[in-house]
């Protein structure tokens, strides 16, 4: 419910962000574009270049008995990547909405990714994503994480 929400209140053709961004209550259900929190980041996890994000909230900022940790538009322009990284205890999945890449996943698997296409890494997986194509890649980010797990699984922890 929460992704048909932010898909219909972001604009699919808004891919151009405002600079400007409001902090987010975390009981809020609606982020339209002019709420969104920019956050763009460098050489994540071992990456190259810059993934550009536009946020409804950061992992942050919601309570511990939220499932939902973060929900971000994101940006891979040309030779961008998220390098291979593993998720100790948190699942975090991308919907592809526009642009192609190359998605990894822990066994090394590349495939390739567009429009429609959904990846996803639980927890104890790994995984990877980059754009080599001229048109960016543009995806929902959407992080989530079940608080019993981490509790279940105290080793996560150590990781």
């Not at 972001?10 to 929190?37: H, R, W």
């Not at 066994?107 to 959904?118: M, P």
């Not at 980059?130 to 929902?140: A, H, I, Q, S, Y």
């Amino acid at each position: 419910m929460a992704i048909l929400c932010a898909l219909g209140c972001m604009a699919f053709g808004t891919v151009a962000f405002a600079a400007e961004s409001t902090a987010n209550a975390p009981d809020e259900q609606c982020y339209t574009p002019d709420k969104l929190i920019t956050l763009d980041k460098q050489d994540v996890a071992k990456g190259k270049g810059t993934l550009h994000g536009k946020f409804s909230f950061t992992r942050d900022m919601p309570p511990a008995e939220s499932a939902m940790k973060e929900i971000g538009w994101m940006t891979l322009k040309k030779g961008a990547s998220i390098g291979l990284h593993k998720h100790a205890f948190n699942e975090d999945a991308y919907i592809i909405i526009s642009g192609e890449g190359i998605f990894t996943d822990g066994t090394g698997k590349e495939t390739v990714v567009r429009a429609g296409s959904i990846t996803i890494a639980r927890p104890g997986q790994s995984h990877a994503l980059r754009n080599e194509k001229d048109e960016p890649l543009v995806f929902l980010d959407i992080i989530a994480q079940n608080d019993t797990y981490k509790a279940n699984h105290p080793e996560t922890d150590k990781k």
